[in-house]
């Protein structure tokens, strides 16, 4: 019997070998199968595993608190199991008993692995809640803004995300489709709790084969490829994508283009829209000649596009990119307000898109079956804080925060536990986080390997991957429900996240709340037999839990659905209202404009970035530099990978710089450069490419944290340490990573080593 694991990157095949570690080959019916997870087991990643439990050397010999500013400095002292776990549920009495649990932060952000059972945040969030509760984050580094401003316009994010129409009424329906950042086929290799089949580059295909025109707007040209999809490219200044669609609605608009009846049957607030295009509000008219000079888009393209789309069956894309910037929500809004205007929302292949290419869900037509989830418990405390906030509320404990028009505050944290995630990793301007990362007395994390946050914590709990234990493999729109049965035992004294918090919750008194007498098997069991029922209702006859663990695969397939997103309600929208506060897309938000937020007003608006190319800092540091996804590794997954190393340029991370710039600094290919702005310097390898603007520079995240102690100097490439950490706006609070300014020269010192893959040092008591 043929065995399967599923990961973020895909669905893989085992193959056990005698004497050795199996073989993980791709799926067979993988049509585009992903390298990334064939070297889950290999060398370069056991050797940084977490071997036993370790504690921060000071903290160990003078209590929590000690020497907070000796995080990420210190030795660690490896001790025994029970140890370990004393000391941390003796924490957790200590700081609820004389602080309460709005002292204890568990938002425990990240994407750790899939496996619907053992996911590390619902673990963690359930056994907080059994302890009495936690402070809890909302929304995402992913779609902090548009979590927050598309359910008062249009729907939630969830829902579009998981209705967007699908790949193949696009090739048979689509006459032009345009995109502001690209379809990112590099992005397309995951989706949260597994892929099973890689659909997106076939999906671009088929609509090129269709004779479908592409254009990609935006900063960098191969963000639309792979596929061979020849693409009209508009290079377009990061960050200024909203003052080209205002643009473009301004041609709609005054050349009498827009769908009236669309607008008056579908939507409401056009008209006040209008009076900010056309100048009438404020006195600026958003014509293409204003755009021009935001963006750098010539007038005339702009006005031949707006003529073009109007006259097509046209589909348009924003990517998750463009709302992780300073007023992130404004694109999302525009380019719907757009494609309202142009009256094809709810027609097979025209409307809007938000996010093809960042996932493989989007778009995928495969059934929205109901995977196992684990229940995390009813919320002891109402305390919570927008996601990317975190180091807002360790420097500022009291200080108020807006959030999607109300006010709150930041509460007083005295203890963190993180088990799934890399705040080192994913969190902007790494030189403040570190500031504020001392302010806890204690810090708990559960991994697998020794991360920059595992190094960064006082206790550390190691955690067995994936492939350690069984689990069940589940993901929105994928083809497959997968028995993720365990593949190689437990590396060294790693255990399971939930037999960690088990025993946690046991010293806790809270034991029976938290694991309900039940172990993985009887969990698998009850999860998957939980999902039965719905799934029946909705149409779905899956195999009960011991047909599904023997045959190891549950093919969806056979309920593959081609969607057209809001059709049903296009087509009645009186009795199918969407739950917008008007039951219909919102152009003018009334709710919004009641917040009276000067940065993010009623509708959508051009407001100058907080960095960008048109800005007097601009003048220091004259390159605007895009932080995007990493092609070969999911964040800092498998960044010790000869994979992902084998993308690096002189072992450092690549930066990806126009011809023009590189020239005008004395840059050559391969070389060694530092990237710098006032808030931090990183080293990395430099790639010249004419797919970039002049201007842009790009350096994806992911690259382990290696700062030089003496100087900060980040060794290695994580441009984390130049981004600013600061709100995409005062509604939503949410992450802003993709925008900063820096400037780039050679390096002409010594070049230090990558200590970043190194073991911390470990010490004795
Ligand atoms: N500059 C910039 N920064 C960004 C972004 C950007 O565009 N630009 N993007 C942001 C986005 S969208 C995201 S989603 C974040 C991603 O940020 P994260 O999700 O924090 O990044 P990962 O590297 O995936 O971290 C997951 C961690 O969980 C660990 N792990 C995996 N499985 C398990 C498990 O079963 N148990 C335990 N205990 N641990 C486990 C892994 O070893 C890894 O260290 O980054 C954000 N940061
Ligand atoms: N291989 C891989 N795939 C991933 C991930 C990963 O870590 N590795 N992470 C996953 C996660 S958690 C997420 S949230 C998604 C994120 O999906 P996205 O947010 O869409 O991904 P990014 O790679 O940040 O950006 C996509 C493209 O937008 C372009 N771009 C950046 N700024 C601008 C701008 O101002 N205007 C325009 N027009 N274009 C711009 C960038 O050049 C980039 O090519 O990706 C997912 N897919
Ligand atoms: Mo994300």
Redesign the pocket.
Known sequence: MAHYTLS?WGLYEVEPRTGRDPAIAPFRRDPDPNPIGLYQLDPALKRLRVRRPAIRESWLRDGPGASPERRGQDAFVEVPWDEALDLVAGEIARVRKHFGNSAIFGGS?????A?RF???QS??HRFLNAAGGYVRHVD????GAANVVLPHIVASMDELMASHTSWEVMARHTELFVTFGGVPVKNAQMNAGGVGLHGVALGLASMRQAGVPFVNIGPVRDNLGKAGVDAEWIACRPNTDTAVMLALGFVLCSENRVDRDFLDRCCVGYDTFAAYLTGAADGIAKTPEWAETISGVPAATIAALARRMAASRTMLNVS??MQ?ASHGEQPFWAVIALAAMLGQIGQPGGGFGVGYGAANLVGSAHARVKGPTLSQGRPGIPDFIPVARIADMLLGPGEPFTYNGQTFAYPDIRLIY??????F????DLNRLRRAWQKPETIV?????W?A??KRADII?P????LE?DDIGSATLEAFLVAMKRVVPPAHEAR??YD?FAALADRLGCAETFTENLDTMGWLRRLYDEGLAVNHERGFALPDFDSFWREGLVDLTAHDRPATMLADFVADPARRPLRTPSGRIEIFSEKIAGFGLSDCPGHAVWREPSEWLGADKAKCFPLHLL???PAR?????L?ASPHSRAGKVAEREPVYLNPADAAARGIADGQIVEVFNDRGRCLAGAIISDDIMPGVARLS??AWYDPDPATDLDRHGN??V??RDAPASSLSQG?S??S?LVEIAPWTGDVPPVTAFDLPEFTTR
């Open positions: 973020h952000y990240g994407w750790s692995s496996g053992h996911h590390a673990q963690v995402s580094y992913s779609l998750w990119s992780r993180w088990a799934g995630g890399n705040p990793h994913h969190h902007q994390v559960n991994e697998q390997y991360t946050t595992a709990l955690a067995t991957t994936t234990r399971d996240d960690i932080t995007d996804q590794r999911l964040h800092s997954q960044d995240t992911g441009p984390n130049l981004t992450c990573a993709q900063c």
